[in-house]
């Protein structure tokens, strides 16, 4: 029976809203308690968190682990020490892999190779149609049993609406999640920057943000009609919000999500076409990203995530309209979400609800939480260490992150994952 008991923490729990000082004891990969007053059992291992923060592991959905296919960009022994140096204690991964992630064999495979690689814990989406090209529904029944918690086509936007109605009515008969990107993907194809004046004077193929609101609507309607789960993979936009409001206060099963670049940084960062910040859907003006930080505050957007995406320099170093989105985030999204947490716009739980727990919840999965038989999944961080971004020291194979050079506040002194540490010193 292996104990650690990590004593003068902060404790943030995300379910209460409180931050509180005391310990926690960790027992068999769980949490057995925490508190101030705790019954510590014999032989257990101590260590003195310090006075720093400790909060349930972040659980990153939509996280782009490029095997198989593309391992030089990003494997998932890297992206494991990535996740567990940012104190990510589970990935989500998407299936826009090469082959895409869309049967039994080549989910189990990426499975198995999770489970010898990364020191995180490792959890797959696949593919909602066969290799992502909006046709033909995946077997959904048959992934669902070789472990899939969602079905997604990522970035590819279903143009089909039939073929989009039947996939979302079978997966609502096996109760499967559907994670869907809401884009009008006639305006959106193509584009490099959001439409406005910057994009204008930069002249930079660009789209309305009134195609995020455009592909919201039609996904609204579909759940209306097949009672489905949903998840809007990213809400970017101030025009998108009312639609999701109203789908909300009808009753719909449906949750949002956004990444932490939109939360933190805006179309003015791109300046003289810095490819490291081509993302997709595009960075937006500073009024969405105002509007979509007060409504994660408000819980109108359910989930924070990285939408860590690695690209390697040969398809960055382009001209800004050719080249690859993305940005890689798992170790760069503590740090850069306790910007959000410095400038006061969001307090401490609330980003872990938005960061641990809700996504758990979402999926079904136990973690996110600190309540006794949770598992022991845990991330130590200082909120206060200040620091120069340097993209060289990633763990990540791929290095294009947009916060390289960046001043940031908020270092993790350790990860536990099941109650063993994977990352720190301590």
Do not use: W
């Not at 003195?48 to 959905?61: E, F, T």
């Amino acid at each position: 029976m292996t104990a650690t008991l990590i004593t003068n923490v902060h404790l943030i729990d995300p379910e209460t809203s409180a931050v509180e000082h005391g310990s926690i004891l960790l027992q068999n990969g769980k949490i057995a308690g925490y508190g101030m007053e705790l019954a510590v059992p014999d032989g257990a291992t101590v260590i003195d968190g310090q006075g720093k923060y400790l909060a349930p592991g972040i659980v990153d959905i939509g996280v782009k682990v490029c095997e198989p296919g593309e391992r030089h960009k990003e494997s998932f022994k890297s992206a494991g020490l990535a996740a567990a140096a940012g104190g990510v204690t589970t990935i989500v991964t998407r299936p826009d892999t090469n082959p895409t992630i869309d049967s039994p064999e080549v989910l189990e495979f990426v499975t198995r190779r999770a489970q010898e690689a990364a020191p995180v814990n490792v959890i797959p989406m696949a593919a909602l149609t066969k290799g992502r090209e909006g046709r033909e529904m995946t077997e959904i029944g048959f992934l669902l049993d070789a472990g899939a918690v969602a079905f997604t086509d990522c970035d590819h936007v279903i143009e089909n609406t039939k073929v989009f109605s039947r996939a979302l009515t079978y997966a609502k008969s096996l109760g499967a999640l559907v994670i869907a990107h809401p884009q009008e993907p006639g305006l959106s194809n193509g584009a490099a920057a959001t439409s406005g004046k910057f994009a204008s004077l930069r002249g930079l193929p660009a789209v309305s943000p009134m195609a995020e609101r455009m592909g919201l609507d039609r996904d609204i309607a579909l759940l209306e009609m097949t009672g489905a789960k949903y998840h809007a993979d990213q809400i970017t936009t101030a025009r998108a919000l009312p639609a999701l409001e109203r789908a909300k206060r009808n009753g719909l099963d449906i949750t949002a999500g956004t990444s932490i670049h939109h939360l933190t940084l805006n179309e003015l960062d791109v300046a003289d076409y810095r490819t490291f910040f081509k993302v997709k859907p595009p960075l937006r003006s500073e009024d969405d990203r105002l509007a979509v930080v007060d409504a994660v505050r408000h819980g109108l957007i359910d989930i924070i995530c990285s939408m860590h995406t690695p690209q390697d320099e040969e398809s960055k170093r382009l001209p800004f309209e050719e080249a690859a989105s993305g940005a890689v985030g798992l170790e760069t999204f503590l740090p850069a979400a306790l910007r959000l947490y410095h400038s006061g716009d969001l307090t401490l739980p609330h980003l872990f609800r938005a960061m641990a727990l809700n996504p758990a919840k979402r999926l079904g999965l136990p973690g996110g939480r600190l309540s006794a038989g949770a598992p022991a999944d845990l991330v130590l961080f200082d909120p206060d260490t200040p620091f120069v971004m340097d993209r060289a020291t990633l763990h990540s194979k791929s290095k294009n992150t947009p916060f390289d050079g960046a001043r940031m506040q908020g270092k993790v002194l350790a990860t536990f994952v099941a109650g063993r540490q994977v990352f720190g010193d301590l």
